[in-house]
């Protein structure tokens, strides 16, 4: 996949290409029982897992790492945002931040950039797949102007069991406004 830019989402949050080294700071994210909660998999035992599961996420989709803007465009990362496609002109969007960056912003910022870059560089679609019970991540996807589209029943087999999934998607503006063939 393409390297994605450095992007300034606000002042707050500067999104920059994620890479393996981000693994350790990441982990604090990955690792941790209740963030990953809702994900199809229970929480990465290691640092070592973590770096796999970056690795893959820079090999399979466009990622950044979500660093505090006013600590610099070097700083830990905070979480991470990633963009993979699912077909031509469709992208899934998929996040993770740790428990320290809730509540701060970093997600909502880091998502509009990210979907603002996806739509600039081609996607007419972007798409979001989320457990039913993750109430702050449907939220979230809803401010940002993702529309629940439906739900499949039991499509996760994951440490929690089966797993419905709602699907939220995101129209680019001009789809949306329907002056696109």
């Not at 090999?59 to 006013?70: C, H, L, M």
């Not at 499949?152 to 939220?168: C, E």
């Amino acid at each position: 996949m393409p390297t994605p830019p450095l992007l300034r989402a606000s002042a707050r949050t500067l999104l920059r290409p994620l890479d393996v080294a981000d693994a350790p700071a990441l982990f604090a994210a990955y690792g941790d029982d209740e963030v990953c909660t809702y994900w199809a998999r229970p929480a990465y035992a290691s640092v070592a897992e973590t770096t796999k599961a970056v690795a893959w996420e820079i090999e399979n989709g466009i990622s950044w790492a979500v660093v505090d803007a006013t600590q610099g465009d070097a700083s830990p990362a905070v979480g991470r945002v990633s963009l993979f496609k699912v077909r031509d002109g469709v992208l899934e969007v998929g996040i993770i931040f740790a428990r320290a960056a809730w509540g701060r912003g970093f997600a909502r910022d880091a998502l509009e950039a990210a979907v603002a870059h996806g739509f600039a560089t081609g996607a007419h679609r972007i798409c979001a797949d989320v457990d039913p019970d993750n109430v702050a991540s449907l939220r979230l996807f809803e401010r940002a102007r993702f529309v629940r589209e439906g739900l499949l029943r039991k499509a996760w087999r994951t440490h929690l069991g089966l797993r419905d999934s709602v699907i939220l998607g995101r129209l680019a503006p001009e789809v949306e406004a329907g002056k696109s063939g």
